[in-house]
């Protein structure tokens, strides 16, 4: 009797950076059985998201190709993806898959699937108090996954995770699980340049504590947040083994982009392409076939997820990748799959830029409502977190950074024979009159309001 095909499970966590989970060695405990899980497979330790924010993001991961092949820049992308690329859920349609989403149709990047289901994923502001998102993900999932499990065919079933994006509002006791003190202390004033920063103090007055003063208190909110959503999501794996689909089940973590926090005062959000916003989790577990207690440190990005999955389920496709299996990293063959990149975000701010292993270079394609300089330059060895900005310092790196970024523009656009998509994004802030002319204008006119405008805009579609 034939072995049935390995079925397929993929949680996308939602604004996760890696670096704030313990099992990426963070110093808070946030992720306990996903750091079991991690025992049991693979886990990346470099994987980058090179396209933010969401829906570029989840483009690149469930394609496996880039920004170029696929067209999506912003996260308010306009029209449909592109029929130029296939989805993973299509191509696994033509072998017989089933396929499930759950928590994001209506979105480009999720073009393919079988089957739709919503979940409550947003929470109402302070009005609704805290709010169980992972919790309401689960109440729709578990049929679904039981369903799956007992029917014949074999089935990828695809979560997108909405903790720990904001607002953070995880309940008891994730919510005071990393933070003791008063959120209002009036002798701490952290908070004072969140909440004076006009495009965003609507939003964040709307779901945090009234009156409050110390950030390291949201801080703790976002972690607890992962706690939670840690926690619910064991309650899934759980479930993977006592339907017994465990050892014939690919289950793989992985983020769609990281989070700001209070860093390159982009606060509590995920624009920016700062490495708080660019590193992200990959994990993957799948028995006897997958070596356990593996990390693999070599560099890889969002588009390598496709072709991997593909090469575990032993699958042909008959188009190429812009990404590459991860499986030349994981068997020790290769140590990376890249060891330099384009980046690229239109959240809120229009930027490209190109990493290296030492160097990251970020140019403003328009004016930014931070106003931050058209040019950044970081030494990643010497200053991880990007806080020395050394373009005025160091202007033949800029130029070779910018020749090489440049050079592979121009390589790209004419294997795709399309204009990078970056160039052609006019309207990404969705405002209808093209490119911001300064960043006065930019702080002026972006504005979220409050969660359920925040909402809205998010799902906002062309």
Not at 228 to 245: H, N, P, S, T
Not at 352 to 371: N, S
Request: charged fraction near 25%; charge should be negative.
């Amino acid at each position: 009797m034939a072995k049935k095909p390995l079925n397929v499970i993929l949680f996308g966590v939602d604004s996760l950076w890696a670096d704030h989970m313990s099992s990426y060695g963070y110093h808070r405990l946030t992720t306990p059985h996903i750091d079991k899980f991690a025992e049991s497979g693979v886990l990346f330790e470099r994987t980058y998201s090179p396209h933010v924010p969401t829906t570029p993001a989840y483009a690149s991961m469930l394609t496996g190709m880039d920004c170029f092949s696929n067209q999506v820049v912003a996260l308010r992308h306009k029209g449909g993806l592109t029929d130029r690329v296939e989805t993973l859920a299509e191509i696994l349609r033509k072998s017989g898959y089933e396929s499930t989403c759950v928590g994001f149709s209506g979105n480009p990047s999720s073009r393919g699937f079988d089957n739709y289901i919503n979940y409550n994923s947003w929470g109402g502001g302070n009005n609704e108090g805290k709010m169980p998102k992972a919790d309401s993900l689960n109440e729709v999932t578990l049929p679904e996954l039981e369903r799956l499990a007992q029917g014949e065919a074999p089935f990828f079933l695809f979560m997108r995770h909405m903790d720990p994006h904001s607002p953070y509002l995880p309940p008891a006791p994730f919510d005071r699980m990393f933070h003791s003190s008063d959120p209002c202390d009036p002798s701490i004033d952290t908070m004072k340049p969140v909440l004076d920063f006009k495009p965003f103090a609507t939003y964040f007055k709307s779901w945090m504590p009234e009156g409050i003063t110390d950030a390291e208190y949201v801080i703790a909110q976002y972690d607890g947040g992962i706690a939670y959503m840690d926690a619910c999501i064991q309650r899934i794996f759980q479930r993977v083994e006592e339907l017994g689909i465990a050892e014939n089940t690919l289950v793989i973590l992985n983020g769609d982009h990281g989070e700001t926090l209070m860093d390159h005062e982009c606060y509590f959000d995920h624009h920016g392409i700062y490495d708080c916003t660019l590193h992200v989790p990959l994990i993957m577990r799948l028995p006897g076939k997958l070596p356990s207690g593996v990390r693999v440190p070599g560099y890889n990005l969002h588009q390598d997820l496709v072709p991997t999955i593909l090469e575990l389920l032993e699958l042909e496709h008959d188009k190429p990748f812009d990404g590459k299996s991860l499986i030349p990293l994981i068997n020790g063959e290769q140590s990376n799959n890249y060891s330099e990149f384009y980046i690229t975000e239109a959240t809120w701010m229009r930027k490209h830029g190109w990493r290296t292993p030492q160097w990251k270079l970020i140019v403003a394609l328009e004016p930014d409502f931070h106003f931050k300089p058209p040019v950044e330059l970081y030494n990643l060895l010497e200053d991880p977190d990007e806080n020395n900005n050394l373009a005025e310092s160091e202007p033949e790196v800029v130029a070779a950074l910018k020749a090489r970024m440049e050079a592979w523009i121009e390589r790209r656009e004419k294997e795709t024979g399309l204009t990078n998509p970056m160039y052609t994004n006019l309207q990404w802030h969705g405002k209808d009159h093209g490119p911001f002319t300064s960043s006065e204008q930019a702080y002026e006119e972006l504005f979220i309001g409050g969660v359920g405008e925040a909402r809205k805009l998010q799902e906002k579609r062309a």
